[in-house]
């Protein structure tokens, strides 16, 4: 038999990428394009669909013509993508209205508070599994009507329509014949009844977006429709869709009740498998689908930080203190043990467990010799606490956490990782493949093409390349996590 390979897709919120896996889960190909971050206001993150697009294009091909393939010869696509992060483009032309609102931006604050103080937190919380923060894509929907001339009645009209960016890419890939959403994307909207895993026409009225506007939300693996010819020199099925983080959770095979996984990337999500069972947190965490197959969704509790390795970025390009991010490893190598300077990376507000959308960033306890590598560490140590805020808010709804596995760009730093089962407690696994994300979405595309029989076949293909065990005695580790809870107190709004 010839081997067959799909074609991942995974638009990020800093790069878009393609990657050609073969039929055993392994990377053959892959080209990259950074995405341009558009920052109109303070709060404020954008992106050019059109940017989005084209580097999608772009990347296909140039994956393919690294792999040498015949696209002809793909056995499907899988997309995946940066969640929430919404559009809204016109049904006639395709064109979009206004830029993609990103999921890091702020702007709807306003609105979720007041939707708070009227009283709604708890209906949204109950049918969607999610909290009213401007995190999520309801709001900027409703934003972009209510600030683009024209657009609501547009919209009342039926006339345009309205996606996260895999439904974009759908769109477009399809030549505008399918306008659909995955569950797990779906899920994220503060419009959909996880529970049914239907849009709920009670949200929609108070959040005033008309059901018009709403894609149809369809499994995460199946024929969900079939590439223009014109795009990749061949009709493609597009047979899988994800959220990079339910993506990168399949890639994980975290597929039985009680695996965790955290993907470190611009910024960190873990999600905990909890089976066929929506479990509401008690400690503010999300509750939300983790994957639909034939109609049965699974679902997950997850813990969402808004910044990891923008933290990082933020030393290269704001305080210029390195040239590259993997630079960090060699200055935080220096700083003083015990040097008890903390920062926490509230950039864009606080996630989970905190919501606190108004807080800012901080770096407390400077000290007459501290330089460069403790504010260094200080940064990456940052990543570490923030997981345990949302370790120990999972394991308070219940979870058992045995074992943590980790993927994205930040996992190649062998120190961190350490720091990281240091700080937990747990040990932490990495994959031999980090691109899980990617790979997840091969996967569900692979499970529709019968590349794979079943979930339990993919998870045999997961390799460990290493496991980080902790090493720090646990007196040490609970002082170092007291100064980081006394810091973000610091920082908080109210
Ligand atoms: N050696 C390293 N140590 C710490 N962080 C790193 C290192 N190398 C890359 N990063 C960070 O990893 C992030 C890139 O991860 P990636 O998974 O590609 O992000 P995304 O999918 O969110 O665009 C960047 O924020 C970068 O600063
Ligand atoms: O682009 P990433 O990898 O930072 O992921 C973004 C998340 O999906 C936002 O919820």
């Given at each position: 038999?010839?081997?067959?390979?799909?074609?991942?897709?995974d638009q990020g919120t800093t790069s878009t990428r393609?990657?050609?896996?073969?039929?055993?889960?392994?990377?053959?190909?892959?080209?990259q394009k950074e995405l341009p971050q558009i920052f109109p206001?303070s709060g404020w993150v954008e992106h050019?669909?059109?940017e989005?697009?084209?580097a999608?294009?772009?990347?296909?091909?140039?994956?393919?013509?690294?792999?040498?393939?015949?696209?002809?010869?793909?056995?499907?696509?899988?997309?995946?993508?940066q969640?929430?992060t919404?559009?809204?483009?016109?049904?006639?032309?395709?064109?979009?209205?206004?830029?993609?609102?990103v999921w890091q931006d702020r702007?709807?604050?306003?609105?979720?508070?007041?939707?708070?103080?009227?009283?709604?937190?708890?209906?949204?919380?109950?049918?969607?599994?999610?909290?009213?923060?401007?995190?999520?894509?309801?709001?900027?929907?409703?934003?972009?009507?209510?600030?683009?001339?024209?657009?609501?009645?547009?919209?009342?009209?039926?006339?345009?329509?309205?996606?996260?960016?895999?439904?974009?890419?759908?769109?477009?890939?399809?030549?505008?014949?399918?306008?659909?959403?995955?569950?797990?994307?779906?899920?994220?909207?503060?419009?959909?009844?996880?529970?049914?895993?239907?849009?709920?026409?009670?949200?929609?009225?108070?959040?005033?977006?008309?059901?018009?506007?709403?894609?149809?939300?369809?499994?995460?693996?199946?024929?969900?429709?079939?590439?223009?010819?014109?795009?990749?020199?061949?009709?493609?099925?597009?047979?899988?869709?994800?959220?990079d983080?339910?993506?990168?959770?399949?890639?994980?095979?975290?597929?039985?009740?009680?695996?965790?996984?955290a993907t470190y990337g611009t910024g960190c999500f873990?999600?905990?498998?909890?089976?066929?069972?929506?479990?509401?947190?008690?400690?503010?965490?999300?509750?939300?689908?983790?994957?639909?197959?034939?109609?049965?969704?699974?679902?997950?509790?997850?813990?969402s930080i808004f910044i990891a390795g923008a933290a990082v970025q933020w030393l290269r390009d704001g305080l210029k203190l390195i040239e590259k991010s993997s630079d960090v490893e060699k200055v935080a190598?220096?700083?003083?043990?015990?040097?008890?300077?903390?920062m926490v990376p509230a950039f864009v507000g606080l996630g989970?467990?905190?919501?606190?959308?108004?807080?800012r960033a901080a770096i407390?306890?400077?000290?007459?010799?501290?330089?460069p590598g403790e504010i260094a560490a200080a940064t990456l140590d940052s990543v570490c606490y923030q997981t345990?805020?949302?370790?120990?808010?999972?394991?308070?709804?219940?979870?058992?956490?045995?074992?943590?596995?980790v993927d994205g760009g930040m996992v190649v730093n062998?120190p961190l990782m350490?720091r990281l089962?240091?700080?937990?407690?747990?040990?932490?696994?990495?994959?031999?493949?980090t691109?899980?994300t990617?790979?997840?979405?091969?996967?569900?595309?692979?499970?529709?093409?019968?590349?794979?029989?079943?979930?339990?076949?993919?998870?045999?293909?997961?390799?460990?390349?290493?496991?980080?065990?902790?090493?720090?005695?646990?007196?040490?580790?609970?002082?170092?996590?007291?100064?980081?809870?006394?810091?973000?107190?610091?920082?908080?709004?109210?």
């Amino acid at each position: 038999m010839p081997v067959r390979h799909v074609l991942a897709i995974d638009q990020g919120t800093t790069s878009t990428r393609a990657i050609v896996f073969d039929d055993t889960g392994r990377p053959v190909a892959s080209a990259q394009k950074e995405l341009p971050q558009i920052f109109p206001k303070s709060g404020w993150v954008e992106h050019d669909p059109e940017e989005i697009w084209s580097a999608t294009v772009e990347v296909c091909r140039g994956a393919l013509a690294k792999a040498k393939l015949d696209p002809k010869a793909l056995a499907g696509i899988g997309i995946t993508n940066q969640r929430e992060t919404t559009i809204v483009w016109d049904r006639a032309t395709g064109k979009p209205i206004h830029n993609a609102i990103v999921w890091q931006d702020r702007r709807t604050a306003d609105r979720c508070t007041v939707l708070k103080n009227d009283g709604h937190e708890k209906l949204f919380t109950d049918r969607t599994g999610l909290l009213l923060d401007p995190y999520f894509s309801g709001t900027k929907i409703a934003w972009i009507l209510d600030h683009v001339a024209g657009a609501r009645a547009a919209a009342e009209k039926g006339a345009l329509a309205a996606g996260t960016i895999e439904c974009f890419l759908l769109w477009r890939l399809t030549g505008g014949k399918v306008h659909a959403s995955d569950a797990t994307n779906a899920s994220r909207s503060l419009l959909l009844d996880i529970r049914k895993g239907t849009w709920d026409a009670e949200l929609m009225k108070i959040l005033g977006v008309p059901a018009s506007m709403l894609p149809k939300v369809v499994d995460c693996s199946g024929e969900l429709g079939v590439a223009d010819a014109k795009i990749l020199g061949a009709a493609v099925p597009i047979l899988g869709m994800a959220g990079d983080q339910q993506a990168a959770t399949v890639g994980q095979a975290c597929i039985k009740p009680g695996m965790v996984k955290a993907t470190y990337g611009t910024g960190c999500f873990a999600l905990l498998n909890t089976g066929s069972i929506a479990v509401h947190s008690r400690h503010r965490l999300l509750t939300t689908i983790a994957y639909q197959l034939d109609g049965r969704r699974t679902y997950a509790l997850e813990g969402s930080i808004f910044i990891a390795g923008a933290a990082v970025q933020w030393l290269r390009d704001g305080l210029k203190l390195i040239e590259k991010s993997s630079d960090v490893e060699k200055v935080a190598a220096a700083a003083r043990d015990g040097h008890g300077v903390y920062m926490v990376p509230a950039f864009v507000g606080l996630g989970a467990p905190h919501w606190d959308p108004e807080a800012r960033a901080a770096i407390l306890g400077l000290t007459r010799d501290s330089g460069p590598g403790e504010i260094a560490a200080a940064t990456l140590d940052s990543v570490c606490y923030q997981t345990r805020d949302l370790l120990e808010a999972m394991r308070g709804d219940g979870a058992q956490i045995d074992e943590l596995r980790v993927d994205g760009g930040m996992v190649v730093n062998d120190p961190l990782m350490q720091r990281l089962a240091d700080t937990v407690g747990t040990p932490v696994e990495r994959p031999e493949v980090t691109e899980t994300t990617a790979l997840g979405a091969a996967f569900l595309a692979g499970l529709a093409a019968g590349l794979w029989p079943s979930l339990e076949a993919l998870s045999e293909t997961w390799v460990l390349d290493r496991a980080f065990k902790p090493a720090e005695d646990s007196a040490a580790r609970d002082r170092r996590y007291a100064g980081w809870k006394d810091a973000v107190r610091r920082v908080r709004s109210g």
